[in-house]
């Protein structure tokens, strides 16, 4: 009897397992994007590091992981030595990263010179936003957000638990796409497009496909590259004027400062542009507060600043308002570089990869 119910249940996983390759193109993707980028970065950094590593590294929020070029920065530049790389990241707060940084400033091969995005988003309370139907998030959420970084790099540890559900996801359709598998109207719409032969939607993310495309091999995010007067991407615009108007959080920059001041790595701080034309008044007026505010912050930590907040980048130059496209990048990239050389020059506490 039990072999029977053995067989019986063998069979109905085979199915399932075929089924679901079957309809595999039409399911969302598995994993996390931020988990995904971690993972690439990781593997980048590690190659780099053996090759003899990454002398300036740049780090930030998803307007850095966008804007910055490191290849472009190494060609413009006339003070910086070595090898560059952009350890930005997509959907976080410079803030939120403190044990990427660890991670990457503790190296065994540490960055000589750490450039870090941050800007007014960075300071800013993301959890309560103020203004009419603001809904601060449960404390469940502002939990789930603090804790998307470290979630993920958890995951990635090579530890045998995750070891093994990297294994299995490899080699069954049914492990890897076991998220989507939970949801019967995702699972029903796959089967309807699948056999409709229609193409996947253009919700449907193949995100190994997407960031072997979009991800350079000096870590820069290119997703951003072609597009130009965009809709802000994966940000409701209400939600973020809302929050650019919440009081600052000062107290970040210092806190960021020290992380990488505590694994002996000099650092400049980085404040990106934004169009402020595309702002309401009140939240471009925030914008450049918060900006002065994060430079005022720099100059009492004693720490160098570029601050390229009202660098006049016109429409043209942006993907979707905040992340650069192509055009921005190049002069973002060529902008950091000039004013790189210019720090380098009369500080060589700086040690711009020498």
Known sequence: MFLRVLVVVAIGLLVAEAGTRVVAGHLPSPGDDGQQELSR???????LTADGGVETAFFGNSTIDAGIDPARVQTSS??????????????????LQED???????????????????GPLDVVDWANPVGDGAD???????RLFESLVTDNLAVLDDDWLSELDRSASSWSS????????REPAVVLGATIQTASGRAPSAEID??????????????????????????????????????????ARPERVEAVVERFEDQDVPVVLLVAPVDLTRLPPAAAAAY?????????????????????SQAGY????????????????????????AALDGLCASDDDLRCGS
């Open 100 to 118: 990427w940084i660890d991670e990457v400033a503790g190296a065994d091969a540490p960055p000589d010179l750490a450039v870090v995005g941050i």
């Open 288 to 308: 450049v507060e918060l900006a002065a505010t994060i430079v005022a912050e720099a100059d009492e930590q004693g720490v160098p600043v570029i601050d390229l």
């Open 41 to 47: 970065k990781q593997g980048q950094l590690d190659a």
């Open 314 to 337: 016109g429409p043209d130059l942006y993907a979707d308002g905040i992340h650069l496209n192509a055009a921005g990048s190049a002069r973002f990239s060529d902008d950091v570089a």
């Open 206 to 247: 193949r995100t190994d496909t997407r960031w072997d495309e979009n991800l350079s091999p000096q870590g820069q995010v290119q997703q951003f590259l072609d597009r130009t007067g965009a809709p802000i991407d994966g940000l409701s615009g209400d939600f973020l004027y809302r929050s650019l108007e919440t009081s």
């Open 174 to 181: 049914l492990v890897e796409h076991r998220g989507a598998l």
């Open 136 to 142: 601060p998030l449960s404390p469940a959420q502002q």
């Open 78 to 95: 006339q003070q910086l030595e070595g090898s560059a790389y952009n350890a930005a990241l997509l959907g976080a707060p410079i803030y």
